[in-house]
């Protein structure tokens, strides 16, 4: 079992940046390929951002190439989305989720967090 909690979510202004942190419990985190879902009102959930058991690999959503950057530290069972250069679109609940291998997490990721709002102001 593991258990996620996202925390660093707010209200930022249109060019801010924040940074999420997934905090992980359980003792396989490493063994996990994590990664970050978006979903605004009235829209279906978005992947953003995945990173592999390692961090050696990293694969990003077309919408937020460039400008997020997903990140890990196995030591601390954390997994981290930083945010840069953010838009009113961006605006959404941010859900961190972990998943055995990349496909299962693109397809159906096995754990969820509850959630963390991010709100971008223009």
């Known amino acids: 079992q593991v258990q996620l909690v996202e925390s660093g979510g707010g209200l930022v202004q249109a060019g801010g940046s924040l940074r999420l942190s997934c905090a992980a419990s359980?003792?396989?985190?490493?063994?996990?390929?994590m990664g970050w879902f978006r979903q605004a009102p009235g829209k279906e959930r978005e992947f953003v951002a995945r990173?592999?058991?390692?961090?050696?690999?990293?694969h990003y959503g077309d919408s937020v190439k460039g400008r997020f950057t997903i990140s890990r530290d196995n030591a601390k069972n954390t997994v981290y989305l930083q945010m840069n250069s953010l838009k009113p679109e961006d605006t959404a609940v941010y859900y961190c989720?972990?998943?055995?291998?990349?496909?299962?997490?693109?397809?159906?990721?096995?754990?969820w967090g509850q959630g963390t709002q991010v709100t971008v102001s223009s």
């Open positions: 989720a972990a998943a055995r291998n990349r496909v299962v997490l693109t397809t159906s990721p096995e754990y």
């Open positions: 359980g003792r396989t985190f490493s063994t996990y390929t």
């Open positions: 990173i592999s058991w390692s961090g050696g690999s990293t």
